[in-house]
């Protein structure tokens, strides 16, 4: 049963028109994904389907009585009282259970002081089956558990909504909604103020929502896992698609090849018809000629108009009434002027290559403990990141995710434990907050400032960061979060490096930027560390997922999914997170560094099924110059693995301490020992080649 319509909505504000032809129906159970380029109009669509805004044209019916809930994407004051408590608040869901608590409080005490007659029961025994039957009785505890799933402990539950943040008060007008159970939920961004915990809860409830939603959400992965139907936005209209987010891409996709293969194959016969009637036209067929350069006239138009896939399914009369048949000339010219179809939004157009590859092993660390002094974050044992690897850092905020990130930077010291990068690693860094730019500089200037271009070669390099025109020359203080995030993109591009290390690469970017930032990283022939909030894009990156939690780094070697699976799978699973999962554990004493794993060395065959995935399939060591290849990286790790025992030995011999001494020794033998084997191995390689 359809509850909403709006057929042939349109707005402008002033002479600028931001969409037109909007015509959609939500049904009873519908659950729906509103997607599309920032800038094209959704929130003010949003607004107009709420009933807020009023449409330039078009009109819109709702159900007779129907209840609709509208969540705006910034925080409003739209609650009963800012001297409500956020409790109080809550309970303004159930304001007709709350009339009949109370009406019941009055007929018990009626009945305590022995005016119990029949009409007194009567009504109390009706309004005690309604009480109950309206969740009198659970309501108290529903509050509890939206206040809890939105991140709401119970010391807050009793704070004057006027104390909340703007964060705090969007979250509560969201806890409201959900109580108040809408026949249609309209939600704008619900995701923006939550945690990775409080978001998972609210995929949770939506997916078992017994009403009809309508979600704009740039949180593609929630996309995923809410709805089961996307409206992709456009100036011109809006094309529904069935399925989730990611089977609208597939649908997307398919869609554009359709449409530019049709596009090509008509083209062509209006080609080949053309040249029919040129050769006809004043020839003895000239009648017939001009009958089919009438109807070639309109095809051209139709598809200047509508395109080859709106002309699939209109007729002639549906879109114009006599035109002027064109000439032989003018049709050739307006058909040359024909383009394929391009309906997909402006794209970046980006490009992350590395200059030259990184050795094997990227990135090591042992025994580091993370945070500043008086004021520890973390501890962690030993992290590894090898050529390819994609490594997704996870956790609340504040638990130092960007912290790490600048300590392996080297502008933060780590309060204990060793770092160690690999050979030709050249790290770029892309910070959340953007503090790399100096919000003074042009564009232009401030690209050039960290890159060597001339003004030209940066003009164009700015163009596919969609910095086009004038935009080149705004102040970096000007830009929008995603303008600057598109800056800093364009800067990490020119820069070459072969590890990466993203803090929120994603953050204030659109759907499209996203998928763009996302399909350059799976091509990236270097290392990431990603911190992210995105968990599509750690969904499809990640071939390790760190976790940080209760104050310790846990390392999970697979992706995000068989990581979730690990997670949330009961016993057995949680077994098989224990098993494969690295807890690390602090440690006090002071260690001898561990021998290098250079297991991989021997391993001629191809990895079993079970070795960590990489976005990339490695070469198989088959051939001679892999060995050789191989065992000069091996013996690269060998070596810095003495030269660091080597700094041990020294710092244990100034301390005086024997024990440490005696097993560094021991270590140093055993280091010494696997050398010589290895170059003994290499040297048999190359003289038997030679």
Not at 250 to 269: N, P, T, Y
């Amino acid at each position: 049963m359809s509850i909403l319509a709006a057929t042939n909505v349109s707005q402008s504000f002033g002479e600028t028109e931001l969409f037109q032809g909007v015509n959609v129906t939500i049904h009873a159970r519908d659950r729906i994904g509103l997607v599309g380029p920032n800038g094209v109009g959704k929130t003010t669509l949003l607004l107009i389907l709420a009933g807020r805004q009023e449409p330039q044209t078009g009109t819109l019916t709702r159900a007779r009585e129907l209840k609709l809930g509208y969540l705006r994407q910034e925080a409003v004051l739209t609650f009963a009282g800012q001297a409500h408590t956020l409790f109080a608040e809550m309970q303004t869901a159930f304001a007709d259970l709350q009339q009949l608590e109370a009406r019941l409080r009055d007929l018990e005490a009626q009945m305590a002081d022995g005016e119990s007659g029949e009409a007194v029961l009567d009504e109390y025994g009706r309004l005690q089956q309604q009480y109950e039957q309206g969740g009198g009785y659970t309501y108290q505890a529903e509050i509890q558990r939206v206040l809890q799933g939105l991140g709401f402990g119970a010391e807050q539950w009793q704070t004057l909504l006027g104390h909340l943040s703007g964060g705090q008060k969007t979250r509560a007008l969201l806890g409201r909604l959900l109580l108040e159970k809408p026949d249609l939920l309209i939600l704008d961004e619900p995701t923006n103020h939550l945690d990775m915990t409080a978001v998972e809860w609210l995929e949770r409830t939506l997916r078992t929502w017994p009403g009809a939603l309508l979600i704009v959400s740039h949180d593609r992965y929630f996309l995923d896992r809410t709805v089961d139907q996307i409206w992709e936005m456009r100036r011109d209209g809006i094309d529904s698609y069935r399925g989730n987010y990611t089977a609208y891409v597939q649908q997307r996709q398919a869609r554009w090849e359709r449409e530019s293969s049709l596009f090509l194959a008509e083209k062509e016969r209006l080609t080949q018809e053309l040249d029919w009637v040129r050769r006809h036209i004043a020839g003895g067929k000239t009648d017939m000629a001009k009958g089919r350069l009438r109807r070639l006239t309109r095809d051209i138009i139709l598809i200047e108009q509508v395109g080859v896939l709106g002309k699939e399914n209109k007729s002639w009369l549906e879109i114009g009434g006599r035109v002027r048949t064109f000439t032989v000339n003018e049709a050739e010219q307006r058909l040359n002027a024909l383009r394929p179809p391009d309906n997909s939004p402006p794209r970046l157009n980006l490009k992350l290559r590395s200059q030259e590859r990184s050795g094997r092993v990227a990135l090591r660390a042992r025994k580091l403990q993370i945070g500043y002094p008086n004021a520890p974050l973390f501890t962690c044992d030993k992290i590894r990141l090898e050529r390819e690897d994609c490594a997704a850092l996870i956790g609340p905020n504040g638990s130092g995710k960007t912290t790490l990130l600048r300590t392996l930077l080297g502008e933060i010291p780590p309060l204990a434990g060793d770092i160690f990068w690999g050979d030709n690693v050249q790290p770029g860094y892309f910070a959340q907050a953007h503090e790399q730019l100096n919000p003074a500089n042009r564009v232009i200037d401030e690209l050039r400032r960290q890159t060597e271009m001339e003004e030209p070669e940066a003009r164009r390099h700015l163009a596919h960061y969609l910095f086009r025109g004038q935009d080149v020359f705004k102040r970096v203080r000007d830009l929008s979060g995603g303008e600057r995030g598109r800056l800093a993109l364009a800067i990490l591009a020119r820069q070459g490096a072969n590890v990466l290390l993203l803090d929120e690469p994603t953050n204030h970017l659109d759907i499209p930027a996203q998928e763009a930032v996302q399909a350059v990283l799976e091509q990236f022939d270097g290392t990431v560390l990603l911190v992210s909030h995105d968990r599509y894009l750690v969904s499809r990156l990640a071939t390790q997922i760190w976790e940080l939690r209760d104050g310790r780094l846990h390392v999970f070697e697979g992706t995000y999914a068989a990581f979730l699976a690990a997670r949330d799978g009961g016993e057995t699973a949680v077994a098989e997170l224990a098993a494969q999962a690295k807890v690390l554990l602090p440690e006090t004493a002071v260690a001898p560094p561990p021998p290098p794993d250079l297991s991989w060395v021997q391993e001629i065959a191809p990895p079993p099924i079970s070795a960590r995935p990489r976005r990339k399939k490695r070469a198989k060591a088959r051939t001679w110059q892999e060995r050789v290849g191989q065992l000069d990286e091996a013996l690269s790790e060998a070596e810095a693995w003495l030269a660091e025992l080597e700094l041990q030995l020294a710092d244990a011999q100034a301390t005086g301490d024997e024990a440490l001494l005696a097993r560094l020794q021991a270590e140093q033998a055993e280091a010494a020992a696997q050398l010589d084997d290895l170059m003994a191995e290499w040297e048999q390689l190359v003289g038997g080649e030679a």
